[in-house]
């Protein structure tokens, strides 16, 4: 069964530093783009950060400079690192590959 499970989330001050990392079940997802999402409350999911197959990435003008996603395809697992954390950014973040996603993982950060 093809499943992405999210970790690495939690409670950090504003300015800390989170890494998240998302599990894939095979090795299908490291042909295909690999997106982080996230979600707040009352708010409408958005897309954070994606990296493609060959390593490209691209962010969401709101976390550039302080996000890094990446992936490892010998772990299946693909990475979001998260620098000078601000209130605004806590969300429930996702991961995701084509139709599948992650349960999420809270991310909450305290001014």
């Known amino acids: 069964q093809v499943q992405l499970v999210e970790s690495g989330g939690g409670l950090v001050q504003a300015g800390g530093s989170l890494r998240l990392s998302c599990a894939t079940s095979?090795?299908?997802?490291?042909?295909?783009?690999m997106n982080w999402y996230r979600q707040a409350p009352g708010k409408q999911r958005e897309l954070v950060a994606t990296i493609t197959s060959g390593g490209s990435t691209n962010y969401a003008d709101s976390v550039k400079g302080r996000f890094t996603i990446s992936r490892d395809n010998a772990k299946n697992t693909v990475y979001l690192q998260m620098n000078s954390l601000k209130p605004e950014d806590t969300a429930a973040y996702y991961c995701?590959?084509?139709?599948?996603w992650g349960q999420g993982t809270q991310v909450t950060v305290s001014s």
């Open positions: 095979g090795s299908i997802f490291r042909f295909y783009p």
């Open positions: 995701n590959c084509i139709r599948f």
